[in-house]
């Protein structure tokens, strides 16, 4: 297994496992919007993305937001997305992304690394089994309902 950080040279391997990611939280298809989103993202450097390549092919990948901590004065992560192609899970693909994050954080000097994810999730376990911790300090969530 293979990780790089994505570049612009990335998308088209990148954006079919976007989309299929946002499929999955039932969002319907639209590579194209995908592939804008993600180019927006990389070209604006504001998000990081971890692509896995096993014998050339992307089969994951997990994108990264910068948040800041006022009262430590720290940056870290939040780790957004995570996504392993269904034909490549049990692999050990989705614990190697989220490691190479926490390199990222540790080479960084940053705060840490926080995880957005559906309740009922089942990577949930990994992310405990990988020393994540569930934060009550992170309850709280306003929608826009303009959108």
Known sequence: ??????????????????????????????????????????????????????????????????LYSSVSMREMYLLNDLYIDAAYRNLGIGEALINQAKVLCQQENNKGLAIQTAANNPAQNLYKRLGFKPDSDLHFFWKNSKV
Not at 27 to 43: D, H, V
Request: glycine letters at 2%; zero cysteines; proline letters at 5%.
């Open 1 to 66: 297994m293979n990780i790089i950080t994505a570049t612009i040279d990335h998308i088209e391997a990148l954006t079919p496992l976007f989309n299929n990611y946002r499929i999955f939280y039932k969002q319907a298809s639209n590579p194209e919007a995908a592939k804008a989103f993600l180019k927006k993202r990389i070209e604006n450097k504001d998000a990081v993305i971890f692509i896995a390549y096993l014998k050339e092919k992307a089969v994951g990948f997990t994108q990264l937001y910068p």
